[in-house]
């Protein structure tokens, strides 16, 4: 891969992401399974449910992902691992068969919404990075960006990588994660916690409600 760039976007119930990945096929043509694991949170129960919303396109032409269930027993398990809890329903895996030709360059992109899970009563987000480690050589360049312009800013969330890796705080509302020939780790997850606003903040942001006239 050479490049991919992600931006998770939150809202007060729930985030979009929007991803460009950038493909060349160094050797032969072929046609590979691109897999998107379906980890849309519903809710306390950590319930791994359906997107609100998927849409993919391949070099700018729209492309079709189907639901499937059991597909590559490893990724299956770094999902269970990941979220704590072995998956419950089918159609875990998003899938489509595509063709790399050789020499050739290929940009997939995809946008989805998802709700958030509540672990602790903060709104939760996880992104499966590890996912990338399955490409044949590291990732060129690698932009992780995380907009909170809707939720209050970068004061209201956090998001996490590893221990080691600090975010860049691109705005007041956005912190970024770059990398240069990247390799992450097949279980690396970003999460991503978003503060509940108290009642009171929430009518100072927001606006108090307009006096009734009639009283």
């Known amino acids: 891969m050479e490049s991919e760039e992600v931006t998770i976007r ?26 998107f694991p379906r980890l849309g949170w519903t809710g306390s129960d950590r319930k791994i449910g359906k997107f609100k919303r998927f849409y993919a396109w391949v070099d700018g032409q729209t492309a079709t992902f189907e639901e499937q269930s059991g597909f590559l027993f490893t990724a299956t398990s770094i999902v269970s691992r990941l979220f704590g809890n072995p998956p419950k329903e089918d159609g875990l895996w998003l899938v489509c068969r595509i063709p790399f030709p050789a020499g050739k360059r290929r940009t997939i992109n995809v946008v989805y919404r998802a709700g958030y899970g509540h672990p602790g009563g903060d709104a939760h987000v996880r992104y499966l990075v590890g996912t990338g480690s399955s490409w044949k050589d590291n990732i060129g360049k690698a932009v992780l960006t995380i907009d909170g312009t809707q939720v209050g800013g970068t004061r209201n969330f956090r998001a ?19 990398f ?14 978003i503060k509940r606003e108290e009642p009171e ?15």
């Open 160 to 178: 996490i990588l590893s221990k080691s890796l600090t975010p860049k705080l691109t705005t007041e509302n956005a912190v970024t994660f770059e």
């Open 180 to 193: 240069d020939n990247w390799k992450p780790e097949p279980h690396q997850k970003l999460d991503i916690l």
């Open 10 to 35: 939150l809202a007060e119930h729930d985030y979009g992401v929007d991803a460009v990945f950038n493909f060349i096929n160094t050797g032969e043509t072929e046609t590979m399974a691109v897999v």
């Open 201 to 215: 903040k929430r009518l100072e942001l927001h606006g108090k409600p307009e006096p009734d006239a009639s009283k």
